[in-house]
């Protein structure tokens, strides 16, 4: 199973509600990690959890709050966002967190906020 | 300010010729690069990486060639086929965070048939 999976697919939120985004990986990957993606924009880095702890904080606002509760489960919990805060969110996993390994990125969730 | 760079959007290219896609990137740190792959809907697929201290990596019809003093990459394929048609993406990271990688903005390949 080398595969990413990412839920919901498609998600709308106001700006006064919470959420959360789920990715859940059975690889085995001791390794984690948020992205976020604009239109026409690269992938840029948010979080990286790296055997279940937070290694990298890109400085990224309050309002994302990252969770790994398990290996194989990490979340991204959703409060008070912003309009601008709509992308498309990417989780990937890697084998180690060091150089060499490649990451595996899920579909990503699209993320609108109104 | 954007350290990995791909100037050009978008490639089409014939089905059995070559394709080239160009990286350039601004940090004499990076060290490590990959391209990946991308179809829509679904997440970056990784393809082919190089370390530095090499200058030509093949997989197959993949090869990436680094020129480290141009700081530039670039990804061929060769032959090119339909299903090769997505949007490629070129990463770099270093050494001292190796898994903190920095991606380009995406070259869209269309073969066409």
């Known amino acids: 199973d080398t595969e990413v999976t990412q839920t919901p697919k498609h998600l709308v939120m106001g700006m006064t509600n919470k959420k959360s985004l789920k990715c859940e990986q059975h690889m085995g990957h001791r390794a984690m990690y948020w992205y976020k993606q604009k239109a026409k924009k690269p992938p840029e880095l948010m979080f990286v959890y790296s055997y279940e702890k937070l290694s990298i904080n890109e400085s990224v606002p309050s309002r994302f709050s990252p969770e790994c509760p398990n290996s194989s489960l990490l979340n991204l919990h959703l409060h008070a966002l912003q309009p601008e805060d709509s992308a498309l969110y990417l989780c990937?996993?890697?084998?180690?967190?060091?150089?060499?390994?490649?990451?595996?990125f899920g579909p990503g969730t699209r993320l609108t906020v109104t | 300010d954007q350290q990995v760079k791909q100037n050009s959007p978008s490639l089409s290219v014939q089905e059995g010729r070559i394709s080239i896609l160009n990286c350039d990137y601004t940090n004499s740190m990076f060290d490590y690069f990959l391209w990946y792959k991308k179809y829509p809907a679904e997440g970056p697929t990784f393809l082919i990486s190089?370390?530095?201290?090499?200058d030509k990596n093949e997989d197959g019809r993949f090869t990436v060639f680094l020129n480290k003093s141009a700081k530039h990459l670039s990804l061929h394929i060769v032959p090119s086929q339909p299903g090769d048609s997505a949007v490629y993406f070129c990463?770099?990271?270093?050494?001292?965070?190796?898994?903190?990688?920095?991606f380009g903005t995406g070259t869209s390949l269309t073969v066409i048939p």
């Open positions: 990937a996993s890697s084998q180690g967190d060091g150089r060499g390994y490649e990451q595996y």
């Open positions: 990463a770099a990271s270093k050494g001292n965070t190796g898994n903190q990688f920095y």
């Open positions: 190089i370390s530095s201290i090499k």
